[in-house]
Structure formats: structure tokens, C-alpha cells
């Protein structure tokens, strides 16, 4: 079983071995090595005990991960593993185990915190996965909905219920060959995720006799879930934004040392236990985690009047869906990727693909549970019937590609299965520049990828465009009215449309009638991005000017008011990039590190540099890699991530590719065996 360690330039592993569980290990070893602070982060908040060496501030991640049985559920996952999956993904945590004390050797956030390296299992992976996207289909929103509800009426939901930027998402579109120079298929795209350091994607390439494949692993998992080509087939992702999860009003009461609760067919026991999690520099907390049948408790409890429990498919099924990972390995066309996804679970992904002969694929996988449209928008009472599980849709919704497809988390393919999806902005601005050319090459594609037309500065400036008798904040309106809408790093225009932008939240949130809002409901902290009621506005704010109106709030009144006050607040004038700079999430935060990159784009730009209105400028959530798959010549295919292939500072591939990932730039994606440079076996 040997295995041979090769780099590129830009320090991207290439990893070759006699067989696919050889390259399974191998993989696993050198994620071991080059991201095993990242791994290892991401096994203890898998497992809910990070707080043991990060602190109090890991104690909300913890309590939650603990609560809803996030280590049990992979177990049960991994349980059902048929046995080739499971022994290719035991020979992936082989490889961990075997690099992780080298890789923790020259990661000096373990000497920081004083964490020895771990001891992975052979479900940790599908608990990393878990962990990764247990929020992604956002359901803390419905915690949102039901919190307006009781304090505005329902009525009011409708408000807040619209279209937004969402926790992630990504861009992603396809060319048919007769849009190519070459007469062959680009696949491009950018995953939107918070913004790591180390990255959340790792470029690397897999080759064993029976395939080659490169492209974007998600560290801690084998293979190359979401983004790949093997040479003859190309594969993408968008976040569906589909709505799977659902939360239920439970009525709990203890009996004895046991706790019941309320269901459909009466009172029925309720699993229950205790869990003590550590945190460093405290006292340990204990933890009561209660399941009733519809799921894990994440709220309340059984002395509180109600709770709130999480029923979601990988709980319900156990299953994740690792079945399609080697498959997709060895995937040679279209057909292949398509019949791989049949194993999909979580997260609801639309997927696109495109092979060398010519074939183009473009749908729905995972899996939406049947029941009642109140499900998806709200809390429901988990004693009523009407809102049990009833089966799973199916088939995935799918579409025919007719030169182009485009997927940017818009109301599209998906909307059957879902309730909220990101603006049409994106979307519409990608098939506008793609109808725009013709003879596509990849490298042109980065055009597409950093474009920073602002979709949804239209009714902001047409509010603007109706305000009369203005003061010193005319002059502000007659420039912004002629601005070109380009969220550019350096446009001081650009900067003083997200200023305006911030105040016109600032003064709504404070409004009088939205005061009820203003105190979210007592759900756990790990909820408190979902509930606030700031960043709501910011998001909402567009439907909000466009004709959605809150009872009691004049936003026009409002607008002109933010106008006056930015206007005369007679600062000197900043370009955008001064205030919207890279905030990357570090585990262990370095207080003294200086502000981030200026960056261009915003949130709802092509160029999906999210910040918060109303709350801050910085970025927090971005394109976490970028790429374009030649289907004409792999060797032609470009990507490139924020920081760089190592996860370790200070080496020298850290973050070496940051300046092209800044300046919009797309790197080769190096296949060429003799252009890359063998590591020797010395870890």
C-alpha cells in the first residue's frame, strides 16, 4: 500500500497510491499534517468539548452540539455505513492518526492552548461533516418568525419572511460547448462560507489506478465532495436552500428521574442524560440532554413551561450520505455523478456537472421530508398529528441545460422545497455577463467571479430619488444618484451608499414600533445571529423601501432623516475597502493582529463579500474558493482560495495565494506529474 506525497507551486498536495484505500490513508495523513489544528478544532466541536481548551467562549458551541446528539448521530450514521464505505472511510481516519502528531508538532496553537493531539474514531469525519452544516439549512429563522409573530402579530412575518442573504451560499454556472471557445463545457463557481483561517476547502488531487481526480476537499473528510473533476466528468454545488429541518414546541415533564413528553399519542417517555463539559479557566458545566420522539431538545427543558427539539433527516434516517463520496471518485460522465447522488442526505445541495462528451447535468439532491407547510415556517406543536413526518419528496427536482445554467441560491430549480431563498441579484447578474459573451475561455471567468454591481441598490436610491427639500444631504443625493452602483474597493461613492445604508437600519431597528423585537426571546446563544434584530432590518431592508412596510414605521421619513445625519456628519471622505475589510473566523483569535485586507464587493454583489448592515462593514462571510473546470483540458482549469494550501502560520504556503484571491486573480490547476515536486516520507 505505497503512497507517494508530490506538491505544486503553490504547495497543493498530490497524492498518488497503489490502491483507493492507500489513497484514502494517504489523504488523510497529509490533511493531517498540513491542517491539523483546523481537523482537530473540528473534531472537539463535533464532539461539543472544544471549550476544554478555547474557553468559555467555545461554552455555547458545546452545549449546543452536546444537545443535539452531534457525535451520536454520526455514530448512528456511520452504523449504517455499507461495509466498503465504511473501510474507506476508516482507512481516511488511519491516515489522521498516523500524521496528526507531526501536523501538531509544527501547529503552535497547540502548544498555545495546551491541547495534545487526539485520537480520531472512524465516525469523526461524519461528525465533522455534521458539524459543518448542521446550521446550513438555517431553521433558528423559524425561531425568528415565531418571535415576530408573538410580538408584532403574524401579519408581520410576511415583513421579515422575504428573500435574504442567507448563513451560505456560492455562485456557481455552467457553459455548454457552444458558448466555449474550445467547443467544450466550463463548470465555474465560488462556495460563500465564513471566511476561516485556515480555509474551509483544501485543493488537492487524488490519483490511484482507478482514478485521477482534483479539486476541493472539505479537511477532516475523505474525498472531494463538493467541487471536482476527474478529467472526463466535472462537478459543482449551491446551497438548495432547502427547508428540512424542522423545530417543535415540546411539553416536557419530569417523572421520576426520567423526563416525558407530550406527543401525538399522549405522554411517552423521552430519552434523557447528563453531560459535564469542560471549559478552561471555569468550572465544568453540566448539560441535560433530553430526545423526545421528534428529536434532540436545543431549547428549554423539562422545568420550562415549553422547549424547543430539532427533527432533521441525518438524525431521522442515519444517514449522510457517504455513500456517494467514493463514487463520485470514480464518476466518468454525467450519468455517473447523477447516479452517485442517489446516496445524498445532508446538506440539499443544487449540483451541476458536465463531461467530455458532451453531457450537462443540473439538479436537486438530498433529502426534504413530506408535512405540512407550517413546518417550514414556523414553530409547531409537537402534540398535533398534523405536523408529523409523513415520507419524502421525490424525485429531486432536475432541468435541461439549454447553453447555459446558472445557480446562485435564488428561487429556482429548488423553490418547491424550500421557504426563503437569497435575492435574484446574483443570479440575474451572472446570466446577464454570460449573455453578454460568447466564446467563453477559462480564464475569462474571473470577470464573472469579481464582478461588484450591487443588485440591490435600487430602491435605497429610488427612495433617495423622491425626497425633496433635502439640506446638506442633497448633495449626497445627487452623488449617489449618479454612482454606478460598483461596490469598489476604492469608490468613496461605494462607501458612503453602505454609510447611508447603515444608519437607514440603525434608525428603523431603534424604532419605537419595532421595540418588541428589540429583546430576542431566551434561546440559546448559539441562536443569537438568527435573532437579532439588527441585522433582520439589514437584510430586509431592500423589500422594506420597495413596498413592504412595517405598521408604525415611515421609512421614507427614516431615509431622509439618515441622509441629514450622514451627510452633515461632515467626516473626511473613506473608499469602501477602508471599512470593508477581511474579518476571517480564527479559533484562537490573535488580539493584536491588524485589520484585515481592504476587499471590493458586497453582499448581494456577484463578488459576495457579506458584511451586516447596520452592524458592521467588516467581512465575515465570502467566497471561500473560487474555480473553473475546462472540460477541453483539465490542465486549463484555474481556482484559488483566500489564504493558501497549508493551515499552518508561517509556512511559506499559508496564505502565499491571498494576493490573487484579492486582486480577482485564478491560478493554474497544475496535472502535469512532472512539473510537480515529490515531499519526502518524513512525517
Known amino acids: 500500500m505505497n503512497a507517494r506525497l508530490l506538491r505544486d507551486p503553490w504547495g497543493v498536495p498530490h497524492v498518488r497510491a497503489d490502491d483507493p484505500l492507500a489513497l484514502a490513508a494517504a489523504q488523510g495523513r497529509v490533511t493531517a499534517y498540513d491542517r491539523a489544528w483546523q481537523i482537530e478544532v473540528e473534531r472537539h466541536r463535533a464532539a461539543g468539548t472544544s471549550a476544554a481548551f478555547l474557553g468559555v467562549d467555545a461554552l455555547a458551541w458545546d452545549r449546543f452540539a452536546r444537545q443535539v446528539r452531534l457525535d451520536d448521530t454520526a455514530r448512528r450514521c456511520h452504523a449504517n455505513l455499507d461495509e466498503a464505505t465504511a473501510e474507506w472511510v476508516g482507512a481516511y481516519v488511519d491516515g489522521v492518526n498516523a500524521g496528526l502528531a507531526a501536523g501538531a508538532a509544527r501547529s503552535p496553537e497547540f502548544a498555545a492552548t495546551g491541547l495534545a493531539p487526539g485520537r480520531w474514531e472512524p465516525w469523526t469525519p461524519l461528525a465533522v461533516w455534521l458539524g459543518h452544516h448542521i ?29 435574504g442573504p442567507a448563513v451560505a451560499g456560492s455562485n456557481g454556472w455552467l457553459l455548454a460547448g457552444s458558448r466555449t471557445a474550445t467547443g467544450a ?13 485556515p480555509g474551509v476547502y483544501q485543493q488537492i488531487r487524488l490519483a490511484c489506478p482507478e482514478y485521477d481526480v482534483v479539486g476541493l476537499a472539505v479537511p477532516g473528510v475523505p474525498g472531494i465532495a463538493h467541487f471536482g473533476h476527474t478529467g472526463t466528468v466535472a462537478w459543482a454545488i449551491t446551497n438548495a436552500m432547502a427547508d428540512y429541518q ?19 399519542d399522549g405522554w411517552r417517555e423521552a430519552h434523557r442524560h447528563v453531560e459535564t463539559i469542560e471549559v478552561a479557566g471555569a468550572d465544568p458545566v453540566r448539560v441535560e440532554v433530553v430526545e423526545t420522539e421528534r428529536g434532540p431538545v436545543i431549547a428549554g427543558g423539562p422545568d420550562d413551561e415549553t422547549a424547543v427539539s430539532l427533527r432533521y433527516p441525518p438524525r431521522v434516517r442515519g444517514e449522510l450520505g457517504f455513500a456517494a463520496l467514493p463514487e463520485l471518485l470514480r464518476a466518468r460522465d454525467v450519468s455517473d455523478v447523477d447516479n452517485a447522488l442517489r446516496h445524498w442526505v445532508e ?23 413530506l408535512r405540512h407547510p407550517d413546518n417550514g415556517r414556523r414553530v409547531v406543536p409537537a402534540w398535533e398529528a398534523a405536523y408529523a413526518w409523513r415520507g419524502w419528496h421525490g424525485p429531486m427536482p432536475r432541468a435541461e441545460v439549454t447553453g447555459r445554467a446558472v445557480m446562485a441560491n435564488e428561487r429556482g430549480l429548488a423553490a418547491p422545497l424550500g421557504v426563503e431563498f437569497a435575492p435574484p441579484h446574483r443570479a440575474r447578474r451572472i446570466t446577464e455577463l454570460l449573455d453578454a459573451g460568447r466564446d467563453w475561455t477559462a480564464a475569462q471567468m474571473a470577470a464573472v467571479h469579481t464582478d461588484t454591481h450591487l443588485g440591490s441598490a435600487g430602491p435605497l436610491l429610488a427612495v433617495l430619488d423622491r425626497l425633496t427639500g433635502l439640506g446638506p444631504a442633497a448633495a449626497l443625493r445627487d452623488r449617489l444618484l449618479r454612482w454606478d452602483r460598483r461596490m469598489s474597493a476604492d469608490s468613496v461613492d461605494a462607501a458612503d451608499f453602505a454609510i447611508l445604508r447603515a444608519a437607514v437600519v440603525r434608525r ?19 441562536f443569537a445571529p438568527w435573532l437579532a434584530l439588527t441585522p433582520r432590518v439589514g437584510y430586509a431592508l431592500e423589500h422594506l423601501l420597495a413596498g413592504r412596510s412595517l405598521p408604525g414605521v415611515d421609512a421614507a421619513a427614516e431615509v431622509r432623516a439618515a441622509a441629514e445625519e450622514v451627510a452633515g456628519a461632515a467626516a473626511d471622505p473613506v473608499r469602501w475597502g477602508d471599512l470593508h475589510r477581511l474579518a476571517a473566523w480564527r ?19 456577484v463578488l459576495a463579500t457579506s458584511s451586516v ?17 475546462d472540460l477541453a483540458r483539465r490542465q486549463d482549469s484555474r481556482w484559488v482560495v483566500p489564504l493558501g494550501a497549508s493551515g499552518v502560520p508561517g509556512d511559506p504556503h499559508h496564505d502565499d495565494q491571498q494576493p490573487a484571491w484579492l486582486a480577482g486573480e485564478l491560478l493554474p490547476v497544475t496535472t502535469d506529474w512532472d512539473r510537480l515536486t515529490e515531499e519526502p516520507d518524513e512525517h
Open 587 to 605: 479559533a484562537l483569535p490573535d488580539p493584536d493582529a491588524a485589520p484585515g485586507p481592504r476587499l471590493d464587493g458586497d453582499h448581494d454583489c
Open 135 to 163: 446550521l446550513f439549512a438555517g431553521f433558528p429563522g423559524k425561531l425568528w418568525r415565531e418571535h415576530v409573530a408573538q410580538c408584532l402579530g403574524p401579519a408581520a412575518v410576511e415583513v421579515f419572511a422575504t428573500d
Open 508 to 526: 428603523i431597528a431603534t424604532h419605537p414600533a419595532l421595540a418588541a423585537l428589540a429583546e430576542p426571546p431566551a434561546y440559546p446563544e448559539v
Open 246 to 264: 424542522d423545530v417543535y414546541a415540546e411539553r416536557l415533564r419530569r417523572h421520576g428521574t426520567g423526563v416525558r413528553a407530550l406527543g401525538p
Open 185 to 197: 463545457a466550463l463548470l465555474a463557481g465560488d462556495p460563500h462560507r465564513i471566511l476561516e483561517d
Open 613 to 629: 448592515p447596520g452592524v458592521t462593514h467588516a467581512c465575515f462571510r465570502g467566497p471561500a474558493a473560487r474555480f473553473v473546470w
Open 347 to 369: 446538506p440539499v445541495n443544487v449540483v451541476q456537472a458536465a463531461d467530455t462528451a458532451g453531457g450537462l447535468l443540473h439538479r436537486v439532491a438530498g433529502v426534504v421530508p
